[in-house]
């Protein structure tokens, strides 16, 4: 829906978000609801929201407890905003938070409702940890009994073995490989080498690092726990110091894939604020940006495709569909989850038989100005909590086209189970 000349325009007033930690690091006992809980609040307080009802709020997480069965709502009563602002659930892997932004966009859009926040949050220190079947079969059938007998029976069954945990993991169901490992088949097939995959992640660290220091984060970013800044990102990183590091997902001589240009485990969580341009103007609260356009594709990563390949579908389609050539932008956020994935999705775009034989199209998308593409870093530096990540571009894009005073910026997303989630914003 979003803005198609009949529906309603969507703003982005701005968004806000904790600094991302390495996983069991700084956030190692924070759950998923005290995170996103302050991102929340931090909207809340950037934007004077305070007491008041919103028409909804859309949450996610990738990994969560079963007790965070209701997360949004539980961290909007939290929030400073009004009891009776309603929360809603949702999950698209590593495009969550991106999926609960156009839940609320599309709900505007439609004049359903008025404004409304979006975001996600991850904690891979807090991830579940559950204990085999065999064994919770037993505590369920104990727990059932009726007597002192039926409830110790179930126990006579009892075997050491069944003690060992379910550790959670983010292996593909159909094919068993880790994305590290299925981004490594993609870093083969096109030709991606360990010398461009460094580069990248050099880059993403100095732009971060820049950013922070130029003060582009001080008024995205909130302190929690003590942490102003990503602690992932690293100031004195150097070409050499990546070149040294040892490949993880392949470790023959043929591996090019290293800690150093992956993303890390990491927790964090973002948020953002977005309405209608009368209820923004009713707030007294500025618009930053629009979001425009939105387009989600899902490949055959089984038989046909690389897993995390489903971007170049979703961006092609995307563009033609909004009559758009990929370089008619001023900025790009591409998820930097591995350099390899960024790097080939951008090489797929340059490639004639790629673009012709998997696109449909006449010839080539073309290349990028690499001047363009996440300029104020990248995942590979900041981390990537896989519900937060959108939320995070979308915040970081929004502002980016507020500073310029007019503009077009892409953002293009890859997650697990072979999808791909894109949008556009503008100013």
């Known amino acids: 829906m ?105 709900k505007i859009a439609l004049g359903q409702i008025e404004s409304g926040i979006a975001g996600g949050v991850d904690s891979i220190s807090d991830a579940p940890i559950v204990y085999n079947d065999s064994f919770r079969k037993i505590l369920l059938a104990s727990f059932q009994g009726k007597t002192f007998k039926e409830k110790i029976s179930p126990w006579l069954k009892m075997r050491p073995g069944f003690l060992k945990p379910k550790l959670p993991g983010v292996n593909e169901p159909r094919t068993g490989l880790s994305m590290g490992e299925s981004t490594e088949i993609i870093a083969k097939e096109y030709k991606i080498t360990r010398q461009d995959q460094d580069q990248l992640a050099f880059e993403s660290h100095k732009n971060t690092a820049k950013a922070y220091d130029e003060g582009f984060y001080n008024n995205l970013i909130t302190p929690y726990q003590g942490i102003s800044e990503d602690n992932i990102m690293r100031r004195d990183t150097t070409l050499e110091k990546l070149n040294k590091l040892r490949t993880v997902f392949d470790k023959s001589t043929n591996g090019t894939m290293t800690p150093g240009n992956s993303t890390s485990l990491t927790d ?77 999705t951008l090489r797929a775009w340059k490639s004639d038989d790629f673009c012709k034989t998997k696109l449909n199209r006449d010839k080539a998308m073309g290349s990028i100005d690499s001047g363009k593409l996440n300029i104020k870093g990248g995942s590979l530096a900041i981390g990537h909590p896989f519900a937060a990540t959108g939320a995070r571009i979308v915040a970081t894009m929004s502002k980016l086209l507020k500073e310029k005073g007019s503009g077009r910026g892409l953002i293009s997303i890859c997650t697990a189970g072979g999808m791909g989630i894109t949008a556009i914003m503008e100013r």
């Open 2 to 106: 979003l803005h198609d000349g009949k529906s309603r325009k969507v703003a982005v007033i701005g968004g806000s978000r904790i600094p991302f930690c390495r996983a069991n690091t700084g956030y190692k006992n924070s759950s998923n609801q005290q995170m996103m809980t302050a991102s929340l609040k931090a909207v809340v307080e950037k934007f004077n929201l305070h007491g008041k009802t919103l028409g909804d709020v859309a949450l996610g997480a990738v990994i969560k407890h079963s007790s965070d069965w209701n997360l949004s709502r539980e961290c909007v009563i939290d929030s400073g905003l009004s009891i009776n602002t309603p929360g809603v659930d949702m999950q698209r892997a590593c495009g969550t938070s991106l999926e609960t932004i156009l839940n609320i966009a599309n």
């Open 268 to 344: 964090g969580s973002a948020a953002v604020l977005l309405s209608s341009e009368e209820w923004a103007k009713n707030n007294n609260l500025s618009i930053e940006s629009y979001l425009t356009n939105c387009k989600i594709a899902a490949i055959d990563y089984i038989d046909n495709e690389g897993l995390l390949m489903a971007p170049a579908y979703a961006v092609s389609d995307m563009l033609i569909k909004v009559n758009l050539e990929l370089q008619d932008f001023d900025f790009y956020e591409i998820h930097e989850a591995f350099a390899a994935q960024t790097l080939a």
